[in-house]
């Protein structure tokens, strides 16, 4: 069983249409990276998995499924139970994911204590050792937030969402606003966690490059629909969806340590306006007719998957040649 399915996921903010029916499956100890511009709904699509929307967001489609149980339709109470111990959320770093009026060994604790109780002398030393795997003296656990520096608060972060052992961690750009040095220590680090724990997760992050260092498959999101969904590797040799395909040429090496953002001309579809078409049209180069008429379907082929009229007809030669 998928350890995450989400089914036609729609979630609206009043008239805006920031995902919409967008489909996901997660496999036990995988991770699925999700890129696409500013706007595009990969924040909104990861707090929806929690139901953590803000308001005025609102699930009004579709299904959450996790270990086979929906999500969408569950009490706030039951959910409380499965937030951090089941599944774990790491924020954009800078953001306020630390409580800064608390000591870093305080918000371990605090977390312990609501889902899995233990001696005091355990919760010392697992606030050692949790610390120790981001690589962080110990003697750090009594400061606060604000004595850290930004790299080492996203770490502490990383091991707080770690601390309960959670099955799914979703990552949304946990290293955005950090240098790149430090957020490839920070990369790095992400990957030894993941053979130690074997977690599963949603890797949400703007950055391409990052994102395929990181994760075994990728699904692009474009105005608020999944366009593209590939095997890392893939993706990178064969985009199938001409926005994948602009985003690479953003990144004319994803290893370079200098990364040129050449960005793609045109502005994101207004996700107030439904019109009909693919919501990339004006921005393609390959546009046909139909683009701009008839909203592409999401083409699933098991671990892969693309939403383009031009793409779907060269998959379907593919198959028949
Ligand atoms: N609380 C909110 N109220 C109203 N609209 C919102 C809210 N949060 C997000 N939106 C809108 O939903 C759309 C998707 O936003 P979202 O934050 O999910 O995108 P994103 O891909 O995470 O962007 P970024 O890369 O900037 O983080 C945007 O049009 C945004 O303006
Ligand atoms: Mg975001």
Not at 58 to 82: H, N, T
Request: contains cysteine.
């Amino acid at each position: 069983m998928a350890l995450l399915e989400v089914e036609h996921l729609t979630v609206t903010y009043g008239n805006v249409h920031a995902v919409r029916d967008v489909s996901l499956k997660l496999e036990p100890g995988e991770i699925l990276g999700v890129v696409g511009e500013s706007g595009s709904g990969k924040s909104t699509l990861g707090y929806a998995v929690t139901k953590l929307l803000r308001s005025p967001g609102q699930i009004s489609a579709g299904r959450v499924l996790f270990e086979g149980q929906d999500l969408v339709p569950m009490a706030e109470r039951e959910l409380r139970k499965k937030r951090w111990k089941d599944i774990a959320v790491v924020m954009q770093s800078g953001m306020n994911a630390l409580n800064p009026v608390a000591t870093i060994r305080r918000q371990f604790e605090d977390a312990i204590m609501a889902h899995s109780p233990m001696s005091q002398t355990k919760m010392r030393e697992r606030v050692a050792e949790m610390l120790q795997l981001v690589n962080i003296d110990a003697r750090y656990a009594d400061n606060y937030p604000h004595e850290l520096s930004g790299g080492m608060k996203q770490r502490v972060a990383i091991a707080l969402a770690l601390v309960l052992d959670p099955k799914l961690i979703i990552f949304d750009e946990p290293t955005t606003a950090l240098d790149v040095v430090v957020q490839r220590y920070i990369v790095q680090n992400l990957k030894m966690l993941r053979k130690r724990y074997n977690f599963s997760a949603l890797f949400i992050s703007h950055d391409l490059g990052t994102v395929l260092e990181i994760a075994d498959r990728v699904a692009v999101m474009y105005g608020g629909k999944m366009v593209e969904v590939q095997a890392a590797g893939e993706l990178l040799k064969n985009p199938r969806h001409p926005y994948t395909e602009a985003l690479l040429k953003c990144f004319p090496d994803p290893r370079s340590e200098q990364i040129e953002v050449l960005g793609i001309p045109g502005t994101p579809p207004d996700l107030a306006d439904l019109s009909p078409g693919c919501p990339f049209h004006p921005r393609c180069a390959m546009a046909m007719d139909r683009c701009r008429v008839e909203t592409p379907e999401y083409i699933s082929m098991g671990e892969a998957g693309v939403a383009c009229h031009l793409a779907a007809r060269e998959v379907e030669v593919g198959q028949n040649g």
